[in-house]
């Protein structure tokens, strides 16, 4: 990529929704550019968008707080797909080998046939792993091996066919983006927080969130299993609220007060909050405890269900913005019987920025950056540029910084040129001169089901 081009990414959060803007060297060190985060509010539930007119107006403030910090045009981005449907699905072929040699066009056939593949009430969104074996041996790099016959076994993103549909019209439609590729977000999270060894001994990934927790367990080097688990940081969040608190100071003393493991601290806090009843914190951590015991059960049994349980030699790695509860390492390793580790970005891929590289909120948001390829600097038609130009000046002296050219969002449409030229033909500027500005403001508040 030319030092003139960048990679932008949305991340999708159930708390946060997330962008930053990078640039890859041809090592595949990220150099950090632009970094923003908004609130979701309602937008997104586990991880899929419910409220497609809030999420494209979210998405639009950050990509305008994104390009008011870049100096530069966004025109295309990456963004993230999750989802409580997504997992592992398992897709095996099989080919003889013609020539007594595997070519490189054999395992492109094997990789199309699964890509091809389409399960019954779900769709194939990545191919994660492949593991390859000739004449029944496993064999790590099969192009040029010797043998009568390959199969190829596949793990294969799959989830609810309709995961992308409100993506589409929350950014396409509402803000005029171009999406570039959707990336898999435990893919994401997992490709800059863990190491070879850590994939080769075997190991548990959890990438806690606000709205759902991710579980891929990985073996020799393969993702074996992954699959989301319907509970999150907001659901501790939830559980407080019981304790008659607003969502907002529950969100605080689970921040500042919430520990997956007691200590000796004393057992009341005098409430920061007026008109609030002192904090029990004892209270407060039983709550906190209980929610945690029925997602660890729930981490439990798929570990036992991936075939790796007590094989996994590299422990249990976490990350996530949840990830973040006090002694949560202490509670999971206490309960599942295993070494435990924090993870965030990992030094050696991040050169820059290291408030966001230690900040296991962004790990999914960084590792995006690695899949990303395609240039999502906007790149202006030269007409448009030269006439366009006094509306930018003008617009960054404002408080929204770069103006929304023409096609990025139904605001474009308010600032043509023709009112002008129609001062000159004042019978014609009380019919329509007004009610022009209007049009093409209206967009359907679209009601899906979110990921339950």
């Given at each position: 990529m030319t030092q003139s081009g960048f990679i932008a990414v949305i991340d999708l959060g159930s708390s946060k929704i997330k962008g930053v803007v990078g640039r890859k060297n041809e090592n595949g060190v990220l150099s950090i550019l632009a970094s923003s985060s908004i609130d979701s509010g309602s937008s997104i539930r586990r991880g899929m968008v419910y409220n497609i007119e809030q999420a494209?107006?979210?998405?639009?403030?950050?990509?305008?707080?994104?390009?008011?910090?870049?100096?530069r045009r966004i025109g295309k981005v990456y963004v993230s797909l999750s989802g409580q449907s997504l997992h592992t699905m398992e897709f095996s072929e099989m080919l003889r080998i013609s020539s007594g040699m595997v070519t490189e066009e054999e395992v492109s056939r094997l990789r199309k046939s699964a890509e091809k593949?389409?399960?019954?009430?779900?769709?194939?969104?990545?191919?994660?792993?492949?593991?390859y074996y000739i004449d029944d041996k496993p064999e790590p790099s099969p192009i040029g091996v010797t043998g009568s016959e390959i199969e190829a076994g596949?793990?294969?993103?799959?989830?609810?066919?309709?995961?992308?549909?409100?993506?589409?019209?929350?950014?396409?439609?509402?803000?005029?983006?171009?999406?570039?590729?959707?990336?898999?977000?435990?893919?994401?999270?997992?490709?800059?927080?863990?190491?070879?060894?850590e994939k080769e001994l075997g190991c548990a990934f959890l990438d806690f969130g606000a709205g759902t927790t991710t579980l891929s367990v990985y073996k020799g080097g393969i993702l074996r299993r992954m699959v989301v688990i319907p509970f999150g940081g907001k659901n501790l969040t939830k559980d407080i609220c019981a304790l008659n608190f607003t969502e907002n100071?529950?969100?605080?003393?689970?921040?500042?007060?919430?520990?997956?493991?007691?200590?000796?601290?004393?057992?009341?806090?005098?409430?920061?909050?007026?008109s609030k009843p002192d904090v029990d914190l004892t209270e407060l951590n039983k709550v906190v405890g209980m929610r945690l015991d029925e997602i660890t059960a729930n981490i439990k049994e798929q570990i036992v269900l991936s075939g790796y349980d007590g094989q996994l030699g590299a422990g249990l790695i976490i990350t996530g913005g949840a990830s973040q509860?006090?002694?949560?390492?202490?509670?999971?390793?206490?309960?599942?019987?295993?070494?435990?580790?924090?993870?965030?970005?990992?030094?050696?891929?991040?050169n820059n920025s290291p408030d966001l590289m230690h900040d296991p909120a962004f790990t999914q948001t960084l590792g995006m950056l690695l899949f990303g390829e395609a240039n999502c600097e906007m790149v202006k038609p030269e007409p448009i540029?030269?006439?366009?130009?006094?509306?930018?000046?003008s617009s960054r002296s404002g408080s929204s910084g770069w103006f929304i050219p023409k096609g990025r969002n139904s605001r474009s449409e308010k600032k043509p040129r023709p009112p002008k030229?129609?001062?000159?033909?004042?019978?014609?500027?009380?019919?329509?001169?007004?009610?022009?500005?209007?049009?093409?403001?209206?967009?359907?508040?679209?009601?899906?089901?979110?990921?339950?």
């Open positions: 494209g107006a979210n998405v639009q403030k950050l990509i305008v707080m994104l390009e008011n910090s870049l100096e593949f389409q399960p019954e009430l779900k769709r194939n969104y990545r191919i994660a792993d492949v593991e596949f793990k294969v993103i799959v989830g609810r066919p309709n995961l992308l549909v409100n993506i589409e019209k929350s950014i396409t439609a509402k803000t005029g983006l171009e999406i570039a590729d959707y990336i898999v977000g435990p893919m994401a999270s997992a490709a800059i927080a863990l190491n070879d060894e100071d529950a969100e605080q003393l689970k921040i500042k007060f919430g520990k997956a493991f007691e200590s000796q601290d004393g057992p009341m806090f005098m409430s920061p909050f007026s509860l006090k002694n949560l390492d202490l509670y999971l390793t206490q309960k599942l019987k295993m070494p435990v580790r924090r993870a965030s970005a990992k030094k050696t891929l991040v540029e030269s006439e366009e130009e006094d509306h930018g000046n030229e129609k001062k000159s033909k004042p019978e014609k500027e009380e019919g329509t001169g007004f009610f022009s500005k209007v049009e093409g403001m209206f967009g359907g508040l679209f009601s899906e089901e979110d990921d339950e």
